[in-house]
């Protein structure tokens, strides 16, 4: 059974650029959430993703928007960087529209912008 | 709106050493309280749910306990490898979050041998 995985791990952009991260989901899983993690802090819900619909958002701007694919990955985009969208980025996979429970989350994406 | 308190901020055991870390919560209607481990550069890794007002689960070394404001996490006699943010998080059990966790800010524990 593989794990999620995030890629690309770190990542430094320029304030006002466009950022894409990306995370396969656990085997076996349908639904794709998203976190931002500021240092020192708690994740925070960005938006949750089942059957290639957004199915929930958090207090995060529009200029926080994603994807969910046929099988099952997503992307994380991000336009208009600002300095303090610095942060590290997790992805949780869990089952049907479970949302909160039966979450097994990536390792992260670590963004720095500068 | 969902809240969640964690305390204390650090702690520093020695080895042997047991203690509790606290995590305050107001939610409406709770659906499960949630216990995560997270190691440096980690995403967190899941080690407890509680469902209801008086629930206790172990694992190891760790025992999580639940009342209707607060939870526990006791580690027994930890070790250096227990060191790590110990993250809590709540589900609602209604209402247009309740398909997402709300995290308190963690407890960053350190274990010395």
């Known amino acids: 059974e593989t794990g999620v995985t995030q890629s690309p791990t770190h990542l430094i952009k320029t304030r006002g650029q466009q950022v894409t991260l990306r995370c396969s989901s656990q085997?076996?899983?349908?639904?794709v959430s998203w976190y931002q993690q500021a240092l020192g802090q708690g994740p925070q819900f960005i938006f949750q993703?089942?059957?290639?619909?957004?199915?929930g958002r958090g207090n995060f701007p529009p200029r926080f928007s994603g994807l969910q694919f046929p099988n099952y990955s997503s992307e994380l985009n991000v336009n208009a960087l600002e300095l303090d969208d610095s942060a590290l980025y997790l992805c949780?996979?869990?089952?049907?529209?479970?949302?909160?429970?039966?979450?097994?989350f990536g390792s992260g994406t670590r963004l720095t912008v500068v | 709106e969902d809240q969640v308190t964690q305390s204390p901020e650090a702690l520093r055991l020695q080895e042997g050493e047991s203690s509790s870390l606290n995590c305050s919560y107001t939610?409406?209607?709770?659906?499960?309280l949630f216990w995560y481990r997270q190691d440096p550069g980690k995403g967190p890794e899941f080690l407890f749910t509680?469902?209801?007002a008086g629930e206790e689960k172990e694992k190891e070394r760790l025992k999580a306990t639940l009342t209707k404001k607060e939870s526990f996490l006791h580690i027994t006699a930890p070790k250096p490898e227990d060191s790590a943010t110990y993250l809590c998080?709540?589900?609602?059990?209604?209402?247009?979050?309740?398909?997402?966790?709300?995290f308190g800010k963690g407890t960053k524990l350190s274990v010395i041998p």
């Open positions: 085997s076996g899983h349908n639904t």
């Open positions: 509680l469902y209801s």
């Open positions: 949780a996979s869990s089952r049907s529209g479970t949302g909160g429970f039966g979450y097994t």
């Open positions: 993703y089942y059957r290639e619909e957004e199915n």
């Open positions: 998080a709540v589900l609602p059990g209604s209402g247009a979050g309740s398909y997402q966790l709300t």
């Open positions: 939610v409406s209607g709770l659906r499960g």
